[in-house]
């Protein structure tokens, strides 16, 4: 199942053999001991007075019986080994779908972080062009202004000096206004000029902003969905995982049982034959010690596959490492005021619609659900007395006493339609992620702990 997974995401790598075969040879394995565990069908018709006592029948059946068993346990070796490189391989599968994961919650942050900035230059682009659109406005009205002017002077021309030399005077003070007014026309031309050529290059950057924001989101959407996909993969992978382990632990206690019962009854029966006590003695242990060993594999396999797994580093030796678990803009921070008399217990970031969150650290998860207002609340045990709490969520995809490793998705940010308590908090429309690190019950300031570069772009 989990290779069948895995193969629809990732053309390039090797096909995984499946749990199926795995427990269809197991199933025919455990079938083949129930079988020669069952009576003999029958004696042959003994001639007329050589019918053997019924205590020499029983036993010589039992030792059929027991010969069958040890003949089945000897033929299993092969299939045993088989199992165990089945269950290697589902481990090894699952750590590549984690590792996947990861990468790509990874990949659909940068998207966001992408469309976010975007979203920034188209904004600052569109107030560039209200002023450079309300600049021409302005250098439009004063060139009418002064087409007007020069209007009405060629509807009462100055006179002509050597016509009327006596009107020296006006002739002067027309050449005067002229002299001052094509300047400044020839001053606004040019800046009309230069407002329209400045108004076409923004109207041209905003266009192939528009585009590139296009292209980013459909790119969001496709990793989104292949993010998706990957999650439930992993659901349907642990799912099977443990349903066939399950069932694998079932047949090896049926086993043992089943070996148990008989090595009983030889018991009883050599009991009454001393003769042959020291056959029937070595063939028990033989049994008791293969059917032992088949169980404990059996278990050791399934509490290795459902052992919890371990932080790679202690929380203290990751301090200026751990990353943001969402792209976003922080709006507050911690020791901020809270608006209330009191002061911020925790961070606040606020994000896209949608976006992903993403473990920040290690750890087990200790709670995972709704909580009051706050939306889907999250708490993970990093070890050592520290715990990370993520609020406000629409979704979340992990369950208490799952463990999570650093970046993989554990949830999503609703639309903003809803009102959760970390949004109105801060008074803020979009969806909000509250973020708070405690240590032993108390809150602290988790900045230390940021990752820089991952602070400094959610700070701008």
């Known amino acids: 199942m989990t290779a069948a997974i895995l193969a629809r995401f990732d053309a390039h790598d ?34 007329p007075g050589d019918v053997p006592p019924p205590e020499q029948m029983q036993r010589a059946q039992k030792e059929i019986e027991l010969r069958g068993v040890e003949d089945t346990i000897r033929a299993s070796d092969e299939q045993r080994r088989a199992i165990e490189a089945e269950i290697e391989s589902v481990r090894a599968d699952r750590a590549r779908l984690t590792a996947a994961l990861i990468d790509t919650t990874a990949k659909v942050q940068d998207s966001e972080r992408g469309i976010a900035s ?3 230059r188209l904004k600052t682009l569109n107030a560039e062009a209200d002023s450079a659109a309300s600049s021409l406005d302005k250098r439009r009205d004063a060139i009418a202004e002064l087409l007007a002017a020069l209007q009405r002077m060629g509807a009462d021309p100055p006179p002509a000096i050597l016509v009327k030399p006596g009107d020296m005077a006006e002739a002067v003070r027309a050449a005067s206004v002229l002299g001052a007014i ?24 905003i266009a192939a902003e528009r585009v590139g924001l296009a292209q980013k989101t459909a790119a969001l959407a496709l ?10 993969a992993r659901r349907d992978s642990l ?14 206690a049926d086993l043992a049982r089943q070996a148990s019962s008989l090595k009983d ?29 088949i169980l404990v594999k059996a278990e050791d396999a399934q509490k290795q596959e459902s052992a919890r797994l371990a932080p790679e580093f202690a929380f203290t030796d990751v ?63 990093a070890g050592g007395g520290y715990y990370m709490l993520l609020a406000g969520m629409d979704r979340i995809n992990v369950t208490s006493g799952e463990f999570v490793l650093t970046g993989e998705p554990v949830g999503a940010m609703g639309d903003g339609s809803v009102r959760m308590a ?30 820089k570069a991952g602070i400094e772009k959610a700070r701008g």
């Open 319 to 381: 301090k200026g490492r751990v990353p943001l678990p969402v792209a976003g803009s922080i709006l507050k921070t911690f020791g901020d005021s809270d608006g209330l008399g009191g002061t911020e217990h925790g961070v606040s970031v606020a994000t896209l619609a949608g976006a992903v969150v993403s473990a920040p650290t290690d750890g087990s998860i200790v709670y995972s659900g709704p909580y009051r207002t706050y939306g889907q609340l999250l708490i993970i045990n």
């Open 14 to 47: 090797r096909p995984m053999s499946s749990f199926g075969r795995k427990l269809r040879r197991f199933g025919l394995y455990a079938a083949a001991l129930g079988a020669v565990a069952h009576p003999l069908a029958a004696f042959a018709d003994p001639a």
């Open 223 to 232: 990793e989104k969905a292949r993010l998706s996909a990957f999650i439930d």
């Open 422 to 451: 970390a949004a109105a908090a801060v008074g803020a429309a979009q969806p909000v992620l509250y973020i708070e690190l405690r240590k032993d019950g108390t809150a602290i300031d988790p900045g230390p702990w940021w990752a």
């Open 118 to 120: 975007a979203d920034e």
């Open 239 to 252: 799912a099977t995982a443990e349903g066939a382990l399950g069932a694998q632990q079932q047949r090896a």
């Open 265 to 293: 009854l030889i018991a009883r029966l050599d009991a009454a034959e001393n003769q042959r006590k020291a056959a029937a003695e070595a063939a028990r242990a033989a049994e008791a010690r293969v059917a032992h060993q």
């Open 182 to 205: 094509i300047p400044e026309l020839k001053s606004e031309t040019e800046r009309l000029a230069h407002d329209i050529d400045s108004l076409k290059k923004t109207r041209d950057a």
